[in-house]
């Protein structure tokens, strides 16, 4: 039997920046990941993930993505690589609209910079957007940018292994089971023990925590062509506009002169069908974009409503929609990290930082009862 001191289950967002934050401590640990960091079958990759600061999810987040900006800055110095692009941000919507009232809320309890825009200015510094009602508001972020998942993991993955982590690619981790002296981890050819594990698996965790009400939804990503002019990211930078109560459409401008990527999020609840990550349906169809083309239609004129580029990706849904990061009830030497619910990847090398305190039992600076199991099982 091998034995590991942490071991992490799953080298995507969250778990590469556990396995990095833990080798920078001098931690012996080892990563477990079925396919190869980087990799298109999880939620992590579709080259670009929104950053923002004013984070209509829940004003604590605030902390935790200026927590993530830093070691994205760190992470960058290491890698040589850019991984966070600033380009500032808009909230459009009415005032109690989600999109708006939780930017501000957020902002407000941070004491965050943002600047407020009426109608008539957001129709004139932002054109692209129709159907703006003349009780619509914006609010500018300065802080919003462009996260890149593929390379962030990657960058990650390789500094943790500069520091000593051994990352073991293309292994399926098939049970995870805590005893007295610590945890046993099977994969197909081996058994290993570790005194606590990290499972940071995605779209997969609730495999592993069935304690936990976690959903995986299968979710496209859809790249859009620009008719006008304006849609480079300094004139379209991070968008996210209020489109139906429970609904926001998000996006940005063209990164590279071409597309320019738009999704919906549905806010707070919304059944969504559950799907098997080992069996999501890796093809495109037009249902992919059947609710987004007639918003792109009525809210984005410039551009075709028909997407150019899709390509699928999952998110894991949680109760209350916001993380799961801390130890499992049956024994505090498993630590699960996920419940992701399509807005952890600009807080995950935040995560990774939390992560690696839990695992060692250093004091935490950032509020974190909204994202610890307990406040789910009770
Ligand atoms: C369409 C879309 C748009 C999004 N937009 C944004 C955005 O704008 N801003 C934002 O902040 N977030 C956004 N998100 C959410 C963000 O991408 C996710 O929250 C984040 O990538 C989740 O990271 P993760 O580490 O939980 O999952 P993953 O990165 O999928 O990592 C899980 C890893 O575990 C591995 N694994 C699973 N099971 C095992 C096993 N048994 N053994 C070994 N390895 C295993 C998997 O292979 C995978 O690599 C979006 C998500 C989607 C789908």
Redesign the pocket.
Known sequence: MLRIDVAV???????AAATWRLAERGVGVTA????APG?S????H?DT???REACLEHPDLVAMAQSSRALFRELERLSGDELLTITGGVSIGAEDSDAVAGAVRAAEAASLAIEHLSAAEVRARFPQHADVADTDVGVLDPAAGVAR?ERT?RAAAAAASTRGARIVTG????AVEPGPSGVTIRTADAVWTADRVIV?????LPAFAPWLDLTPVR???TWFTPRDAGFDIADYPVTIRQVDAGTVM?GHGSIDGSLVKL?LGDLWGTERPRIDPDAVDRGVTPADWSRLSPLVERVLPGLEPVPTRVEP????ISPDDQFVIGAAPESDRVLV??G?S???????LALGEVLARDAVGEAQELELDFVRPARLTG
């Open positions: 289950i799953g080298t995507g967002a969250i778990g477990f990941e079925r396919f990799h079958f999880g939620s992590s579709g993930r929104l950053f998942p993991v292994t399926t981790v098939t940071a698996a995605g779209a997969w979710t496209p990503l998000w999704g990706c999952m998110i894991t990290a996920g992701d399509g807005h952890a990847f600009k807080h995950c």
